[in-house]
């Protein structure tokens, strides 16, 4: 939180964190209209590049190591327990995943005066194998399900898991990777940190099903894919670009 209100010069400076370039991100530079700005930031953190960030924020640095720590070792053992019923190799996820290779997200959304006119969060689907996510008691993350939306609880004392964009590729489509948004509050700042269990960027995702669904990609393949199609459609096109 302290990091968050920080003066905004200061949070968009490359030193601030110590992280690559574009760590902390904000609103949607790609928007052209109110309805494709988030109103929120972030600081987006790749576990490889913990060790080199700033000491000034050694206290930060440490939450995160622990809180990763643990939210690592919970997201193997459901990747490994949901990957049982899809004839994926139950060693896959040790094997691709290492402690680093995972990203964490920490999102603030500020009260929003035209809250029904923005997303905190424009509705996307993430580009991991599985997503788990701590929000405050504020609420305001909605799931798509069955083409409606619905509302998360708030519950401090429990953790969200997303299926992300990976696993339904490794798993020919039988685990969806979920469509979600967050919308805006008016009066109040809500938190969220959201861990993206991911793999290296060499890793080859191949779908395990027949028929097989999705051509197999390498995980940088997917991410530099996903890069190019924000920047010339301004938004992400997905695993729709691999389908056989
Ligand atoms: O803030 C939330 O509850 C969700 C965050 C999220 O979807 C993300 O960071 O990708
Ligand atoms: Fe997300």
């Known amino acids: 939180m302290k990091a968050f209100h920080q003066p905004f010069e200061k949070k968009r400076e490359d030193i601030f964190l110590n992280l690559s370039a574009k760590s902390y991100r904000w609103g949607n ?17 790749p576990l490889t590049e913990i060790s080199t960030m700033n000491s000034q924020h050694r206290n930060l640095r440490s939450t995160i190591e622990a809180f990763a720590t643990r939210v690592s070792r919970l997201a193997e053992s459901l990747a490994e327990i949901l990957a049982q019923k899809s004839g994926i190799k139950s060693s896959y996820f040790q094997e691709n995943c290492l402690p680093n290779t995972s990203y964490l997200r920490l999102n603030r959304y500020p009260p929003c005066p035209f809250s029904s006119k923005v997303f905190g969060l424009l ?71 959201a861990y993206f269990y991911c793999p290296s960027n060499n890793a080859v995702i191949q779908s395990c099903g027949t028929p097989v669904l999705y051509r197999k990609f390498s995980f940088r393949e997917y991410k530099e894919q996903n890069d190019k199609d924000v920047k010339e459609t301004g938004d992400k096109v997905g695993l729709s670009r691999f389908l056989l």
């Open 123 to 193: 509705p996307h689907s993430d580009s991991s194998f599985l997503t788990i996510v701590y929000q405050d008691r504020v609420g305001g993350l909605q799931l798509m399900r069955d083409g409606k939306w619905f509302g998360v609880k708030p519950n401090p004392n429990a953790l969200i898991v997303n299926i992300g964009d990976l696993f339904q590729a490794l798993s020919n489509g039988v685990y969806k990777s979920i469509k979600h948004r967050v919308v805006a509050a008016e009066k109040v700042e809500r938190f969220s940190v």
């Open 29 to 45: 530079p790609m928007a052209n209209s109110m309805r494709q700005l988030s109103w929120s930031e972030a600081f987006h953190i």
